[in-house]
Nanobody, 123 residues
Framework: EVQLVESGGGLVQTGGSLRLSCAAS????????IGWFRQAPGKEREAVSC????????NYADSLKGRFTISSDNAKNTVYLQMNSLKPEDTAVYYC????????????????WGQGTQVTVSS
């Protein structure tokens, strides 16, 4: 059974930090790109960042570069998203997503989804 289990969300003040984790199981982790998407109330789900376990490449939404860092621990089948200098507009449900072989910015091309973790940034 494929599972993507997110953790690490919560309530933080503006300027604070959080680290999200995504623990994967049930598929060959090294063959997949693992990404983070987020969805705020009333908005579409948007791509945040992605790491391709095939070649180690990473990408980020332009607006988040410099504040968010994605990393992967292949021994633990876990991907992390370090989020610094958080802003109220970062408030959203953050979803972990797996896509075979390539990072894609489209939510419609994802193979597997996690259940999501809430991140709330207070002003």
């Amino acid at each position: 059974e494929v599972q993507l289990v997110e953790s690490g969300g919560g309530l933080v003040q503006t300027g604070g930090s959080l680290r999200l984790s995504c623990a994967a199981s049930g598929f060959t982790f090294d063959d997949y790109a693992i990404g983070w998407f987020r969805q705020a109330p009333g908005k579409e789900r948007e791509a945040v960042s992605c790491i391709n376990n095939v070649d180690g490449s990473t990408n980020y939404a332009d607006s988040l570069k410099g504040r968010f860092t994605i990393s992967s621990d292949n021994a633990k089948n876990t991907v992390y998203l370090q989020m610094n200098s958080l802003k109220p507009e970062d408030t959203a449900v953050y979803y972990c997503a797996a896509t075979f072989n390539i990072c894609l910015g489209s939510a419609t091309m994802v193979d597997y989804w996690g259940q999501g973790t809430q991140v709330t940034v207070s002003s």
